[in-house]
T-cell receptor
């Protein structure tokens, strides 16, 4: 099993450009998450999904959009990139019975994004 | 406001020198506490989950403990391969009644041979 895969590994964007960060998991997990990690800060939840067709906002959703058309894929869309979106982005997945029971999250290798 | 604080920010040890990392939290309604390890350029990797005060979990040279206000990650006789950033996360109930994870900023551990 590949686990959680993310592409690209690294990307430089100009201010105002758009891009999609790809995330795929092959563990048949129902929950998927997008986090950003900034230096000296804890992981911040951007969006999460409890299953195909269902997504919800996390702590820092502004400037991002997501979709979940299949169990495996959970892309993150950045529209009109800003320097404040320079960060490392992690996708994660877990199998949970409900959001009240947080099971172990499995993380991808991350995408490093630089907005200039 | 729910907060998770990890200390120290960085810790340098000699190989074989035991020590502890701290994760303190001020949250309402702790549901669980998670420890993860993160190597440079990689995503976090799960280590332990603790649910109640007094609980302990062990894995090789690592031992995690939990009290009502904090958790410790004890490292016994560490080796250079234990060098990594160790992250702590606390599960709490959010404003929408859903549970969410609050993450600490991590402790960077360096073990010198």
């Amino acid at each position: 099993n590949a686990g959680v895969t993310q592409t690209p590994k690294f990307r430089i964007l100009k201010i105002g450009q758009s891009m999609t960060l790809q995330c795929t998991q092959d563990m048949n997990h129902n929950y998927m998450y997008w986090y950003r990690q900034d230096p000296g800060m804890g992981l911040k939840l951007i969006y999460y999904s409890v299953g195909a067709g269902i997504t919800d906002k996390g702590e820092v959703p502004n400037g991002y959009n997501v979709s979940r058309s299949t169990t495996e894929d959970f892309p993150l869309r950045l529209e009109l990139a800003a320097p404040s979106q320079t960060s490392v982005y992690f996708c994660a997945s877990s199998y949970s019975v409900s959001f009240q029971v947080q099971e172990t999250q499995y993380f991808g290798p991350g995408t490093r994004l630089l907005v200039l | 406001e729910d907060q998770v604080t990890q200390s120290p920010e960085a810790l340098r040890l000699q190989e074989g020198e035991s020590s502890s990392l701290n994760c303190s939290y001020t949250v309402s309604g702790l549901r669980g506490l998670f420890w993860y390890r993160q190597d440079p350029g990689k995503g976090p990797e799960f280590l332990f989950t603790l649910y109640s005060a007094g609980e302990e979990k062990e894995k090789e040279r690592l031992k995690a403990t939990l009290t009502k206000k904090e958790s410790f990650l004890h490292i016994t006789a560490p080796k250079p391969e234990d060098s990594a950033t160790y992250l702590c996360a606390v599960q709490v109930r959010g404003m929408d009644s859903n549970y969410q994870l609050i993450w600490g900023a991590g402790t960077k551990l360096i073990i010198k041979p």
